[in-house]
């Protein structure tokens, strides 16, 4: 199992999503990716996403204005 | 055991794809959608970062659908690609800077790509004739076919049964019997298809999901064309077009004012990036500056920004500018009064 980070601040709906997309499709099942937002939306969308797709969302914080979602790689990538 | 048939969906978020994916789905297909995004898209999150607008579902609409649908969903960046789509319309655009047709033709273009690649059998749409002025009538059905290169792999399970017969008809992969022949531009029999489902809260029921048909909108993308000189745009212009009030006091320059709290955080996004404004004295926006404006412009620019913030109706307001390089300098400005502005400064 392997940790990334996703910058995906100042970036609006559906762009994190976009970008977690491409990122995830390049991690092997069982990595973890780590995606900085600024979106509320994505707090919604990322696990949506998630939800259709295979992945699963382990854990989401806010640290100051930023939202970290940390989203482990399902094997249906 | 038969492989089933796969299909994928061009799903828009609205209620059209959403029920042409659900009839091919109960004809045991598998079904996975798509979703391009172009920059235009006008999605929850776009209004909820106006305050007054945060009551609606900060949610991307094409996620919910396809949850609601038990889909997998694949969100394209399109942004590039369809840049040609918006400046070199081939077959021009509609009331707005709208190029529907060119549109749905790249769009079901690129599902056709999609299918191809992940050997998929065909496409299918929400599309339903005389739905949509421009991309939806009898005549222009066959263009979106023809130049996206579907052809017959392209199937439209809500007006089906007024077409000719379809790739996956003809083969059995899906019974006509079971499509729809739905026409005209009255939502009745979608509706009721949609209670038939039990698929009670839905997004927009037709149209609405892009910023070009938006007259104010496509006004203000004219009007960075013609300044810019050329028919060129990049994904920060067009996000920016859709946030604030915009004001062109100079050819060579405009204003963009956050009406409220939620654009101002929008807006500070760009801070680094452009000349920025904000009132000292007062309570009021931040203002960013998009072109070249020095001097003389700045201090208009400073007087503008007072005339929207607390103290516009007093005589003096302190503000400050940002300049690129991070140089700060306060301006004490007399608020530009109502009459001042000339009403075609607002874009």
């Known amino acids: ?77 | 055991m038969k492989t089933p048939r796969k299909a994928v969906a061009l799903i828009s978020r609205g209620l059209d794809s959403m029920l042409a994916a659900r009839l091919i789905l109960e004809q045991g297909i598998l079904v996975e959608g798509i979703n391009f995004f172009t920059g235009f898209c006008v999605e929850g999150h776009t209004h909820a970062i106006r305050d007054h607008h945060q009551q609606k579902p900060k949610r991307n609409n094409a996620l919910w659908v396809a949850k609601q649908l038990g889909i997998k969903l694949h969100i394209i960046d399109v942004i590039e690609e369809y840049k040609d789509v918006v400046i070199n319309p081939k077959h021009g655009y509609g009331a707005n800077l709208n190029p529907c047709l060119d549109c749905k033709s790249f769009m079901v273009g690129k599902a056709r790509q999609w299918m191809e690649q992940h050997a998929f059998d065909f496409v299918i749409t929400g599309e339903v004739i005389g739905q949509r002025p421009k991309s939806q009538r009898r005549d222009t059905m066959p263009i979106v076919a023809r130049e996206s290169g579907a052809h017959d792999r392209l199937l439209r399970p809500l007006c089906a049964k007024l077409l000719p017969l379809t790739l996956p008809e003809r083969e059995g992969w899906v019974d006509r019997e079971q499509l729809l022949g739905i026409g005209g531009r009255s939502r009745k029999a979608q509706i009721t298809l949609a209670a038939r489902f039990g698929l009670s809260e839905y997004a927009q029921p037709a149209g609405g999901c892009c910023f070009l048909t938006d007259r104010q909108y496509s006004h203000k993308l004219a009007d960075l064309w013609k300044t810019r000189g050329e028919r060129r745009y990049d994904l920060d212009d067009i996000m920016l077009l859709k946030v604030g009030r915009h004001l062109r006091p100079r050819p060579y320059f405009k204003l963009i004012v956050a009406r409220d709290e939620g654009e101002c955080n929008f807006l500070n996004g760009y801070r680094r990036r452009l000349v920025h404004l904000f009132p000292t004295s007062h309570k009021g926006p931040l203002v960013l500056v998009n072109g070249d404006a020095h001097g003389e412009d700045l201090q208009l620019a400073a007087r503008l920004t007072a005339r929207f913030s607390q103290g516009r109706d007093t005589d003096e307001v302190s503000v400050t500018v940002c300049e690129m390089h991070g140089a700060e300098q306060v301006y004490k400005v007399r608020p530009m009064a109502p009459e001042e502005i000339p009403a075609h400064w607002y874009l």
């Open chain 1, 1 to 77: 199992m392997n940790r990334f980070e996703l910058d995906a601040r100042n970036m609006l709906c559906p762009l994190p999503v976009i970008r977690a997309q491409e990122r995830v499709a390049t991690l092997a099942p069982g990595d973890v990716l780590e995606i900085l937002c600024t979106d509320p939306g994505a707090t919604n969308d990322i696990p949506a996403w998630c939800r259709i797709n295979g992945h699963k969302v382990v854990a989401m914080r806010t640290e100051d204005r930023d939202i970290v979602i940390t989203v482990e790689v399902g094997t249906g990538a």
